[in-house]
C-alpha cells in the first residue's frame, strides 16, 4: 500500500517546541503573572507595616517626652494617627487586590505562604 504525502508525521504527537526557554513548558503566563503582584504585593505591604510601627511607637515616644508642650503633643497625636490610618489603608488595599483579583479570575494573588515556602525550600 502506497503512503500519501498527507501520511506521513511531519510533526511530534506532542506539538512543535522551540529550543530555549520559551519553548520549553512550564508555568502559565497568569500564574507567573499572579507570583510576581504577589510578590511586589507582599514586600510594599511588609514596608508599609514597619513605617506604620515605626510610627505610631515614635509618637508614643514624642507623647512622653513632650512634656506638656501643647504643639509637641498634637505632633506626636498626628504621627501615632497617621500610622493606624496607614495600617487602615494597607488592610484594605489587601482585600481591595484579593476582590479585584477574584472578578478576573487569577485565584491566589496573594498566596504568602507559597512566597515564604520558595526560600525555605518547603513548597511541595
Given at each position: 500500500?502506497?503512503?500519501?504525502?498527507?501520511?506521513?508525521?511531519?510533526?511530534?504527537?506532542?506539538?512543535?517546541?522551540?529550543?530555549?526557554?520559551?519553548?520549553?513548558?512550564?508555568?502559565?503566563?497568569?500564574?507567573?503573572?499572579?507570583?510576581?503582584?504577589s510578590?511586589?504585593v507582599?514586600?510594599?505591604?511588609?514596608?508599609?507595616?514597619?513605617?506604620?510601627?515605626?510610627?505610631?511607637?515614635?509618637?508614643?515616644?514624642?507623647?512622653?517626652?513632650?512634656?506638656?508642650?501643647?504643639?509637641?503633643?498634637?505632633?506626636?497625636?498626628k504621627?501615632?494617627?497617621?500610622?493606624?490610618?496607614?495600617?487602615?489603608?494597607?488592610?484594605?488595599?489587601?482585600?481591595?487586590?484579593?476582590?479585584?483579583?477574584?472578578?478576573?479570575?487569577?485565584?491566589?494573588?496573594l498566596?504568602?505562604?507559597?512566597?515564604?515556602?520558595?526560600?525555605?525550600?518547603?513548597?511541595?
Amino acid at each position: 500500500m502506497a503512503k500519501l504525502l498527507s501520511d506521513i508525521n511531519l510533526f511530534p504527537n506532542s506539538g512543535l517546541e522551540g529550543i530555549g526557554k520559551l519553548g520549553r513548558p512550564g508555568p502559565e503566563p497568569i500564574t507567573l503573572f499572579a507570583d510576581f503582584i504577589s510578590g511586589v504585593v507582599a514586600l510594599l505591604t511588609v514596608i508599609a507595616v514597619i513605617w506604620a510601627v515605626f510610627s505610631i511607637i515614635t509618637g508614643a515616644i514624642s507623647i512622653i517626652s513632650s512634656g506638656g508642650d501643647k504643639q509637641a503633643l498634637e505632633s506626636a497625636r498626628k504621627k501615632i494617627t497617621n500610622g493606624i490610618i496607614g495600617l487602615v489603608v494597607v488592610i484594605a488595599a489587601l482585600f481591595i487586590i484579593e476582590i479585584v483579583a477574584y472578578f478576573l479570575g487569577i485565584n491566589g494573588i496573594l498566596n504568602i505562604a507559597k512566597l515564604l515556602c520558595k526560600p525555605l525550600g518547603t513548597c511541595p
